[in-house]
């Protein structure tokens, strides 16, 4: 088994780190060569969610500019055991990090498409990059900008946000205790439930009332392929501005990702933190020579 080379941000010499969230090197490496020249490397990232990649990539004060279109890195000093809750065990904190962060996920956000959509950023970052600034764009990361059925299911979302305001105390109280028993066994039969095929699972969850992952309603309602296929466009949206701000940028540009994904592969969607799936872990590593007429 090829052992892969660990993602060294720091051991690096670049002016820009542009890094593409959910970003799996299958798809990177068959696309990214209709946009950049330069030379690919397959790489390990130290996360498989982006928490964990960045309390792990990360760990002191460093004199970079961090643009970013993903909320765990802001301004606003919240630090990540807030973001993720109080069981997360990390106080990591974007604004002890770094020096100056542009909170693109704020002033950038389109509420059409329910994220920040990489023409955003890309403005923002021609404007405000200068050497040693890391452009995180949340592409190709759902919600699929390309994909029409995302904004439905953002709609039974936002129903179901609605109706649990709604609820009354009593009720709220049997799901916190349901809630309560579920992760304090959880221990015992969390291994096992995860083998199980993602339908399956889901189904389960239905069954017991818990929230079900977004992936299930995409899955169900579109199917396998066109989930890999609407990954694919968004990465190609993501890659086309990449292009665009590569054009602008003077001086050494590396494309990367935070982590991979998961669309699947080995009964995994999405990403975990910690997870051992090469397509959560395995991301590219590019060293842009040119752009690509």
């Not at 955003?120 to 890391?134: C, F, G, L, Q, R």
């Amino acid at each position: 088994m090829t052992v892969l080379e660990m993602q060294e941000v720091h051991g690096t010499d670049w002016d820009y780190l542009i890094v593409l969230d959910a970003c799996r090197y299958d798809y990177f490496e068959e696309h990214y060569d209709d946009f950049l020249e330069g030379e690919i490397k397959k790489q390990r990232s130290k996360g498989t969610q982006t928490p964990e990649w960045l309390r792990k990539t990360f760990t002191t004060r460093y004199n970079y500019k961090y643009i970013s279109a993903n909320a765990f890195a802001n301004s606003l000093g919240i630090g990540l055991d807030e973001l993720m809750g109080e069981d997360y065990g990390s106080d990591w904190t974007a604004s002890r990090k770094f020096t100056e962060i542009i909170d693109s996920w704020q002033k950038d956000w389109s509420d059409e498409v329910n994220t920040v959509p990489p023409e955003n950023i890309t403005d923002t970052a021609i404007e405000e990059a200068s050497p040693k600034t890391v452009i995180h764009y949340i592409q190709p990361h759902r919600p699929y900008i390309s994909c029409p059925v995302e904004e439905k299911n953002l709609n039974i979302l936002k129903n179901n946000v609605e109706q649990n305001e709604e609820t009354d105390e009593e009720v709220y109280d049997k799901d916190s205790l349901k809630r309560r028993i579920i992760e304090k066994t959880r221990p015992a039969w969390n291994k096992f439930f995860w083998k199980l095929p993602y339908r399956t699972r889901w189904k389960i969850k239905d069954i017991l009332g818990l929230e079900n992952p977004h992936w299930g309603s995409l899955v169900t309602e579109i199917g396998e392929e066109k989930v890999h296929e609407y990954y694919q466009k968004d990465l190609r949206m993501a890659l086309e501005q990449v292009k665009r701000l590569v054009k602008e940028l003077d001086g050494k540009v590396i494309v990367t990702a935070d982590h991979g994904e998961a669309l699947g592969e080995h009964n995994d969607w999405g990403h975990s933190e910690n997870s051992n799936n090469p397509y959560m872990y395995t991301v590219p590593w590019l060293e842009v020579k040119g752009v690509k007429d």
